[in-house]
């Protein structure tokens, strides 16, 4: 078992920042990438960042260049630091973890969410 609990999210001001954190726990050997996802109410969910184990990271075009993410092996830890936010960074950010065995089984966890909402 893989358990994630994100934590950071909030309400901010246009062109504000936040720092979320996603703590892994459980049996996390054999995490590979962790992600960042985000839903709005009533849309589709949609990446917003993945960070390898070896510190490659891949953004979603939307986010490229505002967001970073970043992890802490030791900690089991994931963050994304979200600046220069705008109203529509409004959503539902859940953090994602994967396991990849030798075998080509790939396995995903999620976290609850947490709220993050930008005013205009």
């Known amino acids: 078992q893989v358990q994630l609990v994100e934590s950071g999210g909030g309400l901010v001001e246009a062109g504000g920042s936040l720092r979320l954190s996603c703590a892994a726990s459980?049996?996390?050997?054999?995490?590979?990438?962790m992600g960042w996802y985000r839903q709005a109410p009533g849309k589709q969910r949609e990446l917003v960042a993945i960070?390898?184990?070896?510190?490659?990271?891949n953004y979603g075009a939307s986010v490229r260049g505002r967001f970073t993410i970043s992890r802490d092996n030791a900690k089991a830890t994931a963050y994304l630091q979200l600046n220069s936010l705008k109203p529509e960074d409004t959503a539902v950010y859940y953090c994602?973890?994967?396991?990849?065995?030798?075998?080509?089984?790939?396995?995903?966890?999620w976290g609850q969410g947490t709220q993050v909402t930008v005013s205009s």
């Open positions: 960070i390898s184990s070896g510190g490659s990271t």
């Open positions: 459980g049996n996390i050997f054999g995490i590979n990438a």
């Open positions: 994602n973890a994967r396991k990849e065995y030798e075998s080509g089984e790939s396995i995903a966890f």
